[in-house]
């Protein structure tokens, strides 16, 4: 195989790569502030894309529509947590995991009656030829991927290191008890932090539905591609949900380019349960021992 | 389960496999046998489901895949090597219980959401796996002509004797299920549910006994699914899809947690609701279709009403109705 081809390979790896890492961050974030692993992050993928292409439909302009449907989407995660989730705020992980096994369901359901079964495209954000850079092709919606990638981990990063609002999350990460004593809004946090779950989630799918198209059912796969991506790096920390989506794409891609193209899905969920298995607090995580 | 008269049970009890037992009698409409039969095999999953996750306080998102495992297992044995039925469903049932165990072994150890994500990744390398293995499986295909079941010169070709063999299974299954959580392993179970380091402290091997019990729920979800390869004669991968394990989930969840009757209630209901157009005589065509359009969206939101309102579902409803007592087991 060639030097091209095989870079070939590590941009679509690295392409895949940050959109599993958009899903990835989503997973982490709502973990970091309820313990809780949401089920229904791959619909938030799902309505972005979905949304968008709606949006479009109705006659709005592209770049609107996009916006639209990350906020749509938004709207849709913050509802969901403030009706479904906080009534039973206080019961143990497994009651909260089949409310949003129960969520995804219901979206995923309504999402097929709103927009149809059929697979929907989105135009790209940039018409025009791919560039070629050392005999590798790169779509130019493939630098949106980036791009945007780029923009939601700074500002994540952001939000966490230099804001209030950033370090109550982190405090509710540590202890819901401590936080409420020390004047969060524990409620707020966790509803906002599904509220920015579904806005990376829905940022994904958005971008990277002109490469792909889009239908009511890719959200379970890609919810489980980022979970595994997530689990990679360690959940619980943004930056690790990067290299954990990075790495997953990678190992995708080159999976396809030396094994098969067939098995590259199992390849991901293989990894996933080993990680799981060996190692399950990720590559740059630490080992926590359950509390008491 | 203990609030009730121990012979009002009993009447009950009795009456219902009366009903059950006698619908091959009352009817001969093929169709509607077939429908109950698939009542019958969803019950025997649920068994083993509610064992795990309803005693035991585990979650499973992955028990279509060994439904599945099972279903191809005794489909592939008979169809390709002629292998006597009797033994292709044994195997089924075998290799659906050691991929249970397989996975168990190393995730049960993990916490709750892990064990979902990884049984949830099972289900879909399954998923592909039966796709991919056109060899065995024959792909989107799917395989056919798969035999009646068969016992020496013994065929079970009707759709009544089909029925009658399915729930003669089921209610072993339930007899069995019903034995366990009753004895000494069921006691274990219930600790585990109720506080993983209580039940460590008073001396339950935590790890053994989740491995266990999922490994004989993964074999009932493989044995029906030989018994539904047979009585079908078709498979193919869609019918072991993940929508179907949630949906298993959601029978039991619905049903009720630390309770055998509640759980088979709710899947009885929840299989019948995609039928609804053959059990209600009058109703329209629309409106069967719209009920059936909507069945996965009334599936989810009765399981999300479910843990928020009732949180020991249907079981804790009827308890309280009858004793007016607070309820004992719910998800936690």
């Known amino acids: 195989m060639g030097s091209a081809e095989l870079l070939q390979f590590a941009v679509a790896g690295l392409k895949n790569g940050s959109i599993y890492a958009l899903v990835a961050l989503g997973f982490t974030l709502v973990f970091g502030s309820t313990g809780i692993i949401n089920f229904a992050q791959g619909e938030f993928f799902m309505l972005g894309g979905m949304l968008a292409v709606f949006f479009v439909k109705l006659g709005l302009p592209l770049p609107l529509a996009v916006v639209a449907g990350v906020l749509a989407t938004a709207v849709v995660g913050l509802a969901f947590e403030r009706v479904a989730l906080r009534p039973r705020r206080d019961s143990g992980p497994l009651a909260l995991i089949i409310i949003t096994i129960g969520g995804s369901m219901v979206l995923r359901s309504l999402s097929r009656h709103a927009f149809g079964g059929n697979e929907l495209s989105l135009p790209a954000f940039t018409e025009g030829p791919s560039i070629v850079v050392a005999g590798a092709a790169i779509e130019r919606q493939a630098l949106w991927v980036w791009g945007l990638t780029i923009v939601a981990v700074a500002g994540l990063s952001w939000l966490y290191s230099k804001t209030k609002f950033g370090r109550s999350m982190r405090a509710c990460s540590l202890s819901h008890e401590a936080s409420r004593l020390m004047g969060i809004d524990t409620a707020r946090i966790v509803m906002v932090s599904f509220g920015l779950a579904a806005v990376l989630g829905a940022l994904a799918g958005v971008v990277v539905a002109p490469l792909t198209q889009t239908s009511f059912n890719v959200g379970a796969r890609i919810g489980l591609k980022g979970f595994a991506a997530a689990i990679l790096g360690g959940l619980g920390n943004p930056i690790a949900a990067v290299v954990g989506g990075l790495a997953l794409g990678l190992v995708e891609s080159m999976s396809i380019a030396f094994i098969s193209s067939t098995y590259k899905d199992v390849i991901a969920l293989v990894l996933l349960l080993v990680v799981l298995f060996v190692r399950p607090e990720g590559i740059l995580g630490r080992a926590t021992r359950e509390k008491v | ?332």
Do not use: C
């Open chain 2, 1 to 332: 389960m203990g609030t009730v008269a121990p012979r009002i049970r009993v009447v009950l009890l009795a009456a219902a496999s009366l009903v059950i037992a006698s619908v091959p009698f009352l009817t001969d409409d093929r169709y509607l046998l077939k429908i109950l039969t698939f009542v019958g095999l969803n019950a025997i999953v649920v068994a083993g489901l509610a064992l795990l996750l309803g005693f035991a306080g585990q979650i499973s998102m992955g028990h279509a895949a060994f439904f599945g495992l099972g279903a191809y297992t005794s489909a592939y044995l008979t169809t390709a090597h002629e292998v006597p039925w009797l033994l292709a469903v044994a195997a089924g049932t075998l290799l659906a219980a050691t991929g249970g165990l397989l996975l168990a072994l190393p995730s049960l150890r993990l916490k709750g959401h892990y064990l979902a994500m990884a049984t949830l990744g099972f289900n879909e390398i399954m998923s592909v796996l039966f796709v991919e293995m056109r060899g065995i499986t024959g792909g989107n295909d799917g395989l056919s002509g798969i035999p009646f079941p068969s016992i020496g010169s013994l065929v079970i070709d009707s759709p009544a004797a089909i029925y009658i063999l399915v729930w003669a299974v089921a209610a072993l299954a339930f007899v069995g299920a019903a034995n366990l959580v009753r004895t000494r392993p069921g006691r274990a179970m219930r600790a585990l549910h109720g506080s993983e380091l209580g039940a460590l402290a008073s001396g339950v091997n935590t790890v053994g006994l989740k491995v266990q019990v999922f490994a004989v729920s993964a074999a009932l979800a493989g044995l029906a699914g030989a018994l539904y390869a047979h009585s079908v004669g078709f498979i193919s991968p869609s019918q072991f899809s993940l929508e179907f394990s949630i949906l298993l989930v959601a029978m039991v969840v619905v049903g009720g947690t630390g309770s055998l009757t509640g759980p088979f209630i709710a899947a009885v209901a929840l299989t019948l609701l995609q039928y609804v157009h053959a059990l209600i005589p009058g109703l329209s065509k629309d409106a069967a279709a719209l009920i059936q359009d909507w069945e996965v969206d009334i599936s989810g939101l009765v399981m999300i009403l479910t843990v928020i309102f009732v949180p020991g579902g249907l079981a804790a409803f009827l308890k309280r109705r009858r004793s007016g007592a607070g309820v004992e087991g719910e998800i936690a």
